[in-house]
């Protein structure tokens, strides 16, 4: 009998048999949306409910109870026993692979590459051994590693200009929703209230961050370390689970309650808290440093925050929570429609996007670069003509056309034909190429600094905008 074959035989079982039949809760309802309640009648789970699985026992209770289910004779089952039990192993052995010496890492890295393609594993070169490390040290000790990044070399000029363009973007943001003929009178005084009450932290979300040397040596006190790597791997996930026994329910079904580190490249916004982090990580090179002139900076970290600012609505007409009311969740619906077909007209090596899944994405993408543009010209009115003399001596580009060329670094990136379905299928934006095209077709501004012809591919007589 082969492993092959009780894996085809779970399959078909679960095809047949999804989770809501197999375990039910007393009101036929899940706990949370997507967490079904396997005990019936008082012994229910709940909230407060502990549930242990560190313990190996655990596992063999597991393994017993799946070789109850789906074994119908002695041999069956001690054959079912065992692949469970190898899979387990097997899966325990890889969680510590990268911590084992040799070539193991490696082996078991070209192994996933080979098997699991796009969106698992790199096929590239592994990340150098110092990087690995900063990473290790990082997820373990969060806190310390974001305040020194956050505090490394960010200084008050960068923390003034950062300022100047969140708060100028903000401006021009709340003036577009202040004019628009798509909300009611009611929706925009309530969407100019939530937009006031917005919080935006710069470095690290220091909501989630314990930044006393009390509070961290607290937390850290029970975690003693030695010279072994593998042995420190299994007594910080010790630790770990210990600190995290009874975990916070909100913290994990609240698709919103998400942390980033100060060395992160990537900005969110959190409708949840109202909040928008902007990571130090933003802060740096390429797209702010010493000398860069503001148009780029603008073009780049700008057109980052913007992007993020915009999803503050893009799901205002399917929230419940929304300001919005029904004409004009009505009204923003229609406007994302035709976005929507905009985008599913694009092909990329052939495979349509999906306009509909991306929806949100792209309107965050083409009011952030509006909102950036604006900011761009707002910010740099009283400059030095020399600075634009200079820009066009050396680049042969207008400061307006250095602005797009800027913005598009952003989203430049290669494609491998073999993936590219499987990442249109189940990525939440659009394809990198149409981050630049779709959202500079529906601008007016790109086609007057580059002199696009009307009707052209770029200059499209139909432009679709939001705000």
């Not at 399959?11 to 047949?16: F, Y």
């Not at 004779?73 to 079912?80: F, I, P, R, Y």
């Not at 990198?432 to 770029?458: H, V, W």
Request: glycine share 4%; aromatic share 12%.
């Amino acid at each position: 009998m082969t492993d092959a074959f009780f894996v085809s035989n779970l399959r078909q079982t679960w095809d047949t048999s999804n989770l809501a039949l197999l375990v039910e809760t007393p009101s036929n309802e899940s706990l949370y949306s997507g967490h079904s309640n396997p005990v019936r009648g008082e012994g229910a789970i709940t909230a407060n409910t502990l549930v242990e699985i560190s313990d190996p026992t655990f596992f063999q209770s597991l393994v017993l109870e799946m070789t109850k289910m789906y074994s119908t004779n002695e041999t069956l089952a001690k054959q079912t026993r065992q692949f469970f039990g190898n899979y387990f192993t097997v899966q325990l052995i890889l969680s510590y692979v990268h911590h084992l010496p040799g070539k193991l890492s490696e082996i078991h890295r070209l192994y996933r590459a080979s098997t699991e393609g796009y969106g698992s594993v790199t096929t590239g070169k592994p990340l150098p051994l110092w990087e690995q490390c900063v990473k290790w040290v990082a997820d373990i000790f969060p806190e310390p590693v974001d305040q020194l990044y956050a505090e490394d070399g960010y200084g008050k000029e960068e923390a003034s200009k950062v300022e100047q363009i969140e708060t100028t973007i903000r401006a021009i943001f709340m003036s577009l929703v202040n004019a628009s003929d798509m909300l009611t009178d009611a929706s925009r005084v309530a969407s100019l209230k939530e937009m006031a009450a917005l919080r935006v932290f710069i470095g690290h979300d220091n909501m989630d961050h314990v930044d006393d040397a009390v509070s961290l040596e607290s937390k850290y006190q029970s975690l003693n370390l030695t010279d072994s790597y593998l042995t420190n791997e299994i007594l910080v996930k010790r630790w770990k689970t210990w600190k995290n026994i009874i975990p916070d329910i909100a913290s994990w079904w609240r698709p919103e309650s998400k942390r980033a580190s100060s060395y992160s490249a990537s900005a969110y916004y959190s409708p949840w808290k109202n909040s928008l982090v902007i990571p130090a990580g933003l802060e740096r090179p390429p797209m702010m440093g010493p000398g860069y002139p503001d148009v780029w900076i603008i073009a780049t970290f700008g057109f980052v925050f913007s992007h993020e600012l915009a999803h503050e609505f893009t799901y205002a007409d399917t929230d419940e929570e929304s300001p919005w009311d029904v004409l004009s969740k009505s009204r923003f619906r229609e406007q994302t429609r035709l976005l929507q077909q905009q985008y599913s007209a694009y092909r990329l090596m052939g495979v349509a996007l999906n306009g509909v899944r991306t929806s949100s994405e792209d309107v965050a993408d083409n009011t952030g670069v509006k909102l950036a543009f604006q900011a761009y010209k707002e910010l740099t009115v009283n400059q030095s003509p020399t600075i634009e003399q200079l820009i066009y001596s050396h680049l042969n580009y207008t400061q307006d056309q250095l602005f797009f060329l800027a913005h598009a670094q952003l989203f430049c990136g290669v494609y491998k034909k073999e993936h590219v379905a499987e990442i249109i299928s189940v990525a939440s934006h659009s394809a990198s190429p149409f981050r630049i095209i779709g959202p500079l077709q529906n601008l007016p501004e790109f086609s007057e600094a580059f002199k696009c012809p009307t009707d052209s591919y770029m200059n499209p007589k139909t432009k679709n905008t939001i705000w």
